[in-house]
């Protein structure tokens, strides 16, 4: 039984704002442990108080936001495991469950264990010995200026599989596919598949994307320029020395939960990525 | 111990027909039961005598052309899992492992036992309850006629998942992702990866291509026009009326068995599919 | 001033039938001379009768249906610059001009002259020495045979500019570049550059699409197979034995006259090409 | 008669720099006044001396790189219209006329006048009343941070024509289209058509590029984020502040005026641009 909730919100969007002071009123009213995340403090009323999204260790979290709102409570809740009932207040919002108007609802099966877990499956980053935070969507790795061109050579297990030039290359996972990997011309996969997608930004390979198993490890050695950014899930970003270190990508020990009702992937692609004009 | 062997070639190129019989001669005097594909008679000299493909049921068999001949072989041959040793006379020969000046060296080796087997995932393929010939490449579902539009409706385990208006559907396994779904848009799928391919051809959707589970019992259901093509690895094609049958793909119990060397899947798809003036 | 009105249906949708008829009523009480293209002569209710659309030399045109219907009437019409009143019942209908709720204040200003025409350039198409229908759209080069390879090369006045290999080659107008031509990945053309489009299907070449001049002759020789399908507007076909024949194209002296009022390019690509959740 | 040549090349590259030492050399014992890019000083030995790029006023320009040294070029210049004889010393050089063994046969042809002026289009570029330098190829707008979201509204003679969500915006000329926007899936235009290329970057929009005409006043209104980087040619960098400043682009009055012999377009294009495997 869920005892205590985090909410979590998009700061620029008052009916975003607006519905997480209303959620925190009535999550107090069923009797639960509420906290908000502090960056809000000011901007949404709650009696019971803030936290930093790092040291939200309720039972489960709400997201109230798009994409953008997900992935950064992804990145940075300290337990990864979390489930997570995600409201779409987003422009596409893809990753998203519920609707606003559905959202007590949704609040009333969550607590009456009327729900499945969805677990997506994470990558686990490093560049050299350092570990990076797990990736719910995509490692974006890039020269970090804009039109420059990244040199880099791509190992499986170990073994050089491919040299690509490229503005960058996203490494996505399956829930990833659908986000920036897309708009690059990647493939859309299936979460029943084990699989993750490699696809270059701006590069002239005759293929588009690279499916590669979850199993392997991946290698990433830029060989030029001299620098090169990481970005994760469009929230965590670091830059490396490419003569020093590689970065690595394998699959995490950690899954996101996602809190889901009748609603599956199909549903979602259907809803949110299709055309005008299409079914 | 290799004792008989099976030789398949393409028709239409004399340097093709040379190296057969050249091959044919050579296997014989290395103590092989030989027998040639019966369409190539006339056009070789073979002492020991040809058999149709569909009656070949040597221990192995060369192919000698491009990756149509190892298509027709494949789907043709009545023990699916001989293993295939494939000599590049073709324009591209993704699937090919063996340049001709090497075939010699390839066939002692072979017959050392000195090789390893890939095995190639097919598709089991069914119009209704017919079962037809299993893909090793791609089923493709078309009006049958250029540029009519093709509306369907595609299940994954008997529910549906998305409508698609297209030229028509390329469904491909990892193998066949460097083919025709690959001049589609589609992405290449790494061997180690239990997927297929979905990938329309000529459609206004955001998406260029869906991976899914190579497990899942996946169905065309076809509503407009009346009549479907279905096409098989190119080679085998069957008309159905689409009001009473609908095309079914799951993961085949067969696969097709190739003798590899050193090369692995990313040195051909360096060789083959790369830009001039890429690595 | 209008005296005269042709109405052109779709056959296959009984509100356009339903339209067809109301139009041919009140256009008669207009005092207007009306004739209903002759294939709807038994679906359709028209007191003043029935003319092939080949014999239609009415003032003007109404079409009720889609794109098709524009494209069928534009290549059959015995005046091709006849101005075209383009009412949309199809799917996606980007040629047409005014939605069915809308006619009746469209016609009164059609009548009163409170219009714009839009003139749409035309290429003219050849088979060796006779001469092809024009196209509004485009010209399709293909096998005619699904999945099948065109070997071509591809002439810029007497000059061969490049070798393609693809499932076909579709050859588009400015007007024709939303079209099928878009679908296989080409560009969209802003209907004031000089400019046709040529967009290889399904082929593994590194541009998605050529933008030529209008004022140059293309010829497209194919090398193989030994039979070539011509289509034209996605309505005219014909076969041509390759060997003998080249495909040529040209910009026509014709062009297609569109009745336009507030809406521009612009509008309609906004309100049917783009995606929900965009602007 | 040119009676003076500046000498342009890449820095990082040995065989560059040794060619253009021996160029000096020889041009100067053909009777030539030489100076070389003062960015070269202490690299390149000239006993005529040394001078910015941004005064050479040379009667013409030899280039020796690929196509990144052409743009430099273009863009410093203080002549615009000079000829320039383009040597190819780089990866793919697309707009490079002559290989390294070929150029003193080239330089001779030049000095006889034995060759032919391919005027390239540029495109005039401000950002509010500032004018930019012109472009040869591109005017890219973007964030300026990899993988953050441009919001933009483009307008065409003052009137609103499409918004875009995309990580940037590429617009190109005719010869910018064989370079980035080509990687971004745009199309290859051919040097007669009066076109430039719209190409958005990783956009999930339905078309891969919009052609525009060359006389039309193209602006872009970006609406977020704050800052838009404008990079004019991959060497021109300005950071904009999004609320004050809209970016306009209108062909130039200027030309890149390329010496050419016998190639053409085309050649360049089949010998650079294509595939392995394919003529």
Do not use: W
Request: proline share 5%.
């Amino acid at each position: 039984m869920f005892k205590s909730v985090g909410l979590v919100a998009r700061f620029d969007q008052k009916p975003a704002l607006k519905l997480t002071e209303e959620l925190a009123e009535f999550l107090t009213e069923k009797g639960l442990m509420v906290c908000v995340e502090d960056s809000l403090e000011g901007k949404v009323a709650c009696k019971q108080g803030f936290v930093p999204l790092a040291e939200m260790k309720t039972d489960f979290i709400i997201t109230i936001g798009g994409d953008g709102t997900i992935l950064r409570a992804a990145i940075t809740i300290p337990k990864p495991d979390t489930p997570l009932l995600t409201v779409n207040m987003g422009v596409r919002g893809f990753l998203t469950e519920v609707e606003p108007q559905d959202v007590y609802e949704a609040i009333e099966r969550t607590l009456k264990g009327d729900y499945k877990i969805e677990k997506s499956t994470k990558m686990a980053v490093s560049a050299g010995k350092e570990e990076l935070p797990d990736a719910l969507n995509d490692v974006v790795i890039s020269t970090g200026e804009p039109s420059k061109i990244l040199y880099s050579e791509i190992c499986k297990n170990g073994k050089p599989i491919l040299k690509c030039q490229a503005d960058g290359l996203i490494m996505g996972t399956q829930t990833g596919s659908t986000g920036y990997s897309l708009s690059a011309g990647g493939p859309v996969i299936d979460g029943e598949v084990d699989a993750f997608v490699l696809t270059p930004i701006c590069s002239l390979t005759v293929f588009h994307s690279l499916i590669l198993p979850t199993d392997a490890t991946i290698t990433f050695n830029v060989l030029r320029p001299e620098k090169m950014l990481v970005l994760i899930d469009g929230n965590y970003r670091k830059t490396i020395a490419t003569d020093k270190l590689t970065v690595t990508v394998t699959k995490s020990k950690h899954v996101t939960a996602f809190i889901r009702f009748e609603s599956n992937f199909y549903d979602r692609l259907r809803n949110r990525l299709l055309f005008k004009g299409t079914e």
